[in-house]
């Protein structure tokens, strides 16, 4: 017995129907990049503001705002970006990652807003695009 899928792919022959399921894929996963990039925006500024320092307590490490208003999103075709988009200052780099202060000796953590915002958005995208392919 022949048992033919038929999905969301458009026109009467297999050529056809397989180039309406690739743009299926496309326009999937381009969304999907879009959603991406403005959840690890959001993500990467509320970890800036909620993972605290040595000195920041709870209020994490915002104080002048600077490495908070630099983070932004965009995205382009094929590419999503997130974080420290529109400039950084070389201090970011060590809050991001942790270093030891120069005065007091003392290891300052790293907050990890873009490492972990960039974990999670991927696990975030492999899921939106498991469902588009599922979909297509």
Same mark, same amino acid.
């Given at each position: ?5 038929? @999905? @969301? *792919?458009? !026109? ?5 129907? #397989? =180039? *309406? &399921?690739? @743009?299926? &894929?496309?326009? %999937? ?8 990039s403005s959840s690890g925006e959001t993500q990467v500024k509320g970890f800036i503001t909620s993972r605290g320092a040595r000195t920041? %307590?709870?209020? !994490?490490? /915002?104080?002048? !705002?600077?490495? /908070?208003?630099?983070? *932004?999103? @965009? +995205? ?5 970006? #997130? ?7 070389? /201090?970011?780099?060590?809050?991001? !990652? ?6 007091s000796g003392q290891w300052i953590e790293g907050m990890y807003a &873009? +490492? ?6 991927? =696990?975030? #995208?492999?899921?939106?695009?498991? =469902? ?5």
């Open positions: 017995m022949n048992v033919r899928l038929v @999905k @969301k *792919g458009t !026109g009467p022959d297999s050529v056809a129907w #397989f =180039q *309406g &399921i690739v @743009k299926n &894929i496309e326009d %999937g996963a381009q969304r999907g990049l879009e959603e991406v920041s %307590g709870p209020r !994490g490490r /915002y104080d002048t !705002g600077e490495m /908070y208003s630099k983070v *932004g999103s @965009k +995205t382009s075709t094929h590419v999503s970006n #997130f974080g420290w988009i529109n400039g950084s200052k070389p /201090y970011f780099v060590l809050q991001e !990652g942790g270093f030891t202060h120069v005065n &873009i +490492t972990d915002s960039a974990d999670n958005t991927f =696990q975030q #995208f492999k899921a939106h695009m498991d =469902q588009v392919v599922r979909d297509a």
